[in-house]
T-cell receptor
Framework: DAKTTQPNSMESNEEEPVHLPCNHS???????IHWYRQLPSQGPEYVIH?????VNNRMASLAIAEDRKSSTLILHRATLRDAAVYYC????????????WGAGTKLIIKP | GAGVSQSPSNKVTEKGKDVELRCDPI?????LYWYRQSLGQGLEFLIY????????KSGLPSDRFSAERTGGSVSTLTIQRTQQEDSAVYLC???????????FGPGTRLTVL
């Protein structure tokens, strides 16, 4: 079973920031949080991952709560091409390679 | 450079037939994963290969499913005696090592009639 919980869907306006929340209350001290997204009819693509500190890359920022039980993926300026399903994934503590995928959040961008 | 490729992109088969799905990972990637994705769902882990180690088959849903990886590169997922519930998109991913960023192929859409 997925170890993270996310809203089923969210809407945002084009060119505005988007904050996608994720809860991972069972996370252990060494589990990373990974974010992937899947555009329609494509395979998933990596977005970002982090452990404790906030992380930034060219695609997004990841803000991790101090207790690490939740995180937020931030798209600073959403475009229509950001419309996708966003998956927040906690590593499996009993396996050092499995990512347990949930249903994700469908992000809808309104022009 | 070339990404992960999968073939065929679409496969329609009749119930009871065997099918083979192919994955060509990114050159040099030691880890290879197979997932299954039903409509509107997240990814379901099937099997994992890491280098020359024995694969982890713990996600395979039944003994009708098998996979191999030849020469540490190309992988084939075989489904024997297909059933309608096997209909899904089968995704392959590779990474430099386990837990690194996974690069996904476009998937094979399998439809079992």
């Amino acid at each position: 079973d997925a170890k993270t919980t996310q809203p089923n869907s969210m809407e945002s306006n084009e060119e505005e920031p988007v904050h996608l929340p994720c809860n991972h209350s069972t996370i252990s001290g060494t589990d990373y949080i990974h974010w992937y997204r899947q555009l329609p009819s494509q395979g998933p693509e990596y977005v970002i991952h982090g452990l404790t500190s906030n992380v930034n890359n060219r695609m997004a920022s990841l803000a991790i709560a101090e207790d690490r039980k939740s995180s937020t993926l931030i798209l600073h300026r959403a475009t229509l091409r950001d419309a996708a399903v966003y998956y927040c994934i906690q590593e499996a503590t009993d396996s050092n390679y499995q990512l347990i995928w949930g249903a994700g959040t469908k992000l809808i961008i309104k022009p | 450079g070339a990404g992960v490729s999968q073939s065929p992109s679409n496969k329609v088969t009749e119930k009871g037939k065997d099918v083979e799905l192919r994955c060509d990972p990114i050159s040099g990637h030691t880890a290879l994963y197979w997932y299954r994705q039903s409509l509107g769902q997240g990814l379901e882990f099937l099997i994992y290969f890491q280098g020359n180690s024995a694969p982890d088959k713990s996600g395979l849903p039944s003994d009708r499913f098998s996979a191999e990886r030849t020469g540490g590169s190309v992988s084939t997922l075989t489904i024997q005696r297909t059933q309608q519930e096997d209909s899904a998109v089968y995704l392959c991913a590779s990474s430099l090592e386990s837990l690194n960023e996974q690069f996904f192929g476009p998937g094979t859409r399998l439809t079992v009639l």
